[in-house]
């Protein structure tokens, strides 16, 4: 149902005009008003509502966009619709901040294996058969990718967003997709995983699900260890 612009927007006063607009359009989207997949109003109707001039509209969806909270569609059908693509601009700057302060490759894994370990224990406790069917799916296109001869990288780093999200914890999702983009960014610059590495990843990836659904906690940990360490000697290898 759309919503009624009218009672919800009002004037903008006691700050830049293009930020009073993209906070109260922010509120409305933190607060559930405006849900993923709604289109805005057009610039124009957002003018008038606002009691603001179309410029101002233009800064504040332009800064709505840059920070994730809406995308722009061009075309007659076109305009501002909302579509929540926050995870992957932290994960960009996150990206930026790591190259900008020369974060050692080294630091960033040792990081990484002290929050997987977290992660994983809330994966053990929380986690659902919509979860393990997920993890299962992912595998499976790994190894069609294999089969293919095509590369599996990206599936296999897809593996340890989804466990996050299997945690139950959105803040593990956020700090993880942080940091493997960190890890897809070198792997595409410096890196070259064989059929046979990935044919071990997706391996270790089956035996890790398989220890969360028995719920053994010593073995998936260990799983798990044993799977970041591969990974460490791929990109530090290739690093050299």
Same mark, same amino acid.
Request: glycine fraction near 8%.
């Given at each position: 149902?759309?919503?009624?612009?009218?009672?919800?927007?009002?004037?903008? &006063?006691?700050?830049?005009?293009?930020?009073?607009?993209?906070?109260?359009?922010?509120?409305?989207?933190?607060?559930?008003?405006?849900?993923?997949?709604?289109?805005?109003?057009?610039?124009?109707?957002?003018?008038?509502?606002?009691?603001?001039? &179309?410029?101002?509209? &233009?800064?504040?969806?332009?800064?709505?966009?840059?920070?994730?909270?809406?995308?722009?569609?061009?075309?007659?059908?076109?305009?501002?619709?909302?579509?929540?693509?926050?995870?992957?601009?932290?994960g960009g700057l996150f990206l930026d901040t790591f190259k900008l302060h020369k974060v050692s490759l080294e630091d960033c894994m040792a990081a990484r294996k002290a929050i997987e370990a977290s992660v994983l224990d809330s994966v053990l406790k929380n986690a659902d058969q919509s979860d393990i069917e997920s993890l299962r799916d992912n595998i499976m296109r790994a190894k069609t990718k294999l089969c293919e001869n095509d590369s599996a990288y990206e599936e296999?780093?897809?593996?340890?967003?989804?466990?996050?999200?299997?945690?139950?914890?959105?803040?593990?999702?956020?700090?993880?997709e942080s940091i493997m983009a960190v890890f897809s960014d070198f792997k595409s610059r410096f890196t070259t995983v064989s059929p046979e590495q990935?044919?071990?990843?997706?391996?270790?990836?089956?035996?890790?699900?398989d220890a969360i659904v028995k719920k053994k906690k010593k073995l998936a940990v260990e799983l798990l260890g044993k799977d970041l360490a591969n990974a460490g000697r791929i990109l530090l290898g290739n690093s050299l």
């Open positions: 149902m759309t919503p009624d612009y009218t009672a919800l927007l009002g004037p903008v &006063r006691n700050k830049r005009t293009f930020e009073g607009v993209s906070d109260q359009l922010k509120e409305l989207i933190f607060n559930g008003t405006l849900k993923p997949g709604q289109q805005l109003p057009s610039e124009h109707t957002l003018a008038k509502l606002f009691h603001v001039g &179309r410029q101002s509209v &233009r800064e504040a969806l332009r800064v709505l966009e840059l920070s994730g909270f809406i995308t722009i569609k061009a075309g007659v059908k076109g305009g501002a619709v909302i579509e929540g693509t926050m995870l992957s601009k932290i296999n780093i897809d593996f340890h967003r989804i466990l996050a999200r299997a945690s139950k914890n959105y803040t593990f999702c956020i700090v993880m990935s044919k071990n990843i997706i391996k270790g990836h089956e035996a890790i699900v």
